[in-house]
Each structure stands twice: as C-alpha cells, then as structure tokens.
C-alpha cells in the first residue's frame, strides 16, 4: 500500500489549534497595544507562520470577539467574582476565546473548548493559571451546553 492516498498537512483540528494560538497571541496584541485589528491581522499573515493554520477561523474570531467583548466580559466576570484587572491578560484572552466558542460556535464540541483553553493557558499562561481558566470554562459550558454535557 502506498501513501499516495494519505491526506498530507495538518488535520482540521490541528489547524485550528494553530488558529487559536495565533488567535491568542493577536487578541493580546490588540488588548495590550491598541493596535487597529486589520494592522494586526496584516502583520500576523506578513510576519507569522500561519501555515497550517485555518485562517478564515482566525479571520472570524479576530473580529468576532472584540465585537462581542462587553457581554462576554460580563459573563466571564461574573463566574470569575473577579473584577477583570485582577486577572491575567493572558488568562482573559483565553477565556475570552472560550466563551465566543462555547456561546456562538455550536460545532466545536465543549470538551474540545475547554481543552483548548487549558492547553493554550499551560503553553502561554502563568504556572497554575489552567486551573483558574478549567474552572470558568468549565462552568461556562455548563450554562451554555447542558444538553450537550447530558448527552
């Protein structure tokens, strides 16, 4: 048997773990910088290696979030009982990207957000900071997805 039938480059959900750290790493970019999304964009599709990443997925989140902010906020800083200075930029970021996904794209299942999350928190957050950010997620999911969590 040859390979020649073998789908090469990265999988779908590679792609869009690619996508989210990219994600991640622009989000914070834009938070901490005040920079206008498209220049972050252009740079990110310029300078970064985006190879392999779903970049209609990265499109869609990097304009979706900030449009959305306030209520995902509200909601975040509610389960948190944190005001949001006294949580970690990154952390927030990540679980901004969570509440988008877990609230608006009903096709990524909520194991795989919440995974997603911790793993992009352990890869760029502070030590324990995963834990915080399983927590939220965690029970974010459940509000959002009981049905899907009861299946």
């Known amino acids: 048997m040859t390979n020649s039938g073998l789908r090469r480059g990265p999988t779908f959900a590679q792609a869009r773990t690619k996508s989210r750290r990219a994600l991640?790493?622009?989000?914070?970019?834009?938070?901490?910088?005040?920079?206008?999304?498209?220049?972050?964009?252009?740079?990110?599709?310029?300078?970064?290696?985006?190879?392999?990443?779903?970049?209609?997925?990265?499109?869609?989140?990097?304009?979706?979030?900030?449009?959305?902010?306030?209520?995902?906020?509200?909601?975040?800083?509610?389960?948190?009982?944190?005001q949001e200075n006294d949580i970690d930029t990154v952390e927030l970021t990540v679980l901004r990207i969570g509440a988008y996904e877990l609230r608006y794209r009903l096709d990524i299942p909520y194991r795989v957000v919440i995974n997603e999350a911790v793993e992009l928190v352990k890869r760029f957050g502070a030590e324990d900071g995963y834990r915080f950010v399983n927590g939220i997620i965690n029970r974010l999911a459940h509000q959002l997805r009981a049905t899907e969590i009861s299946n």
């Open 24 to 82: 991640l790493q622009a989000l914070y970019q834009w938070q901490v910088g005040k920079q206008p999304l498209p220049e972050i964009e252009a740079w990110f599709r310029a300078e970064q290696d985006l190879r392999g990443a779903d970049l209609a997925y990265f499109h869609d989140l990097l304009y979706q979030i900030p449009a959305c902010i306030a209520e995902l906020d509200t909601t975040l800083l509610s389960l948190a009982e944190r």
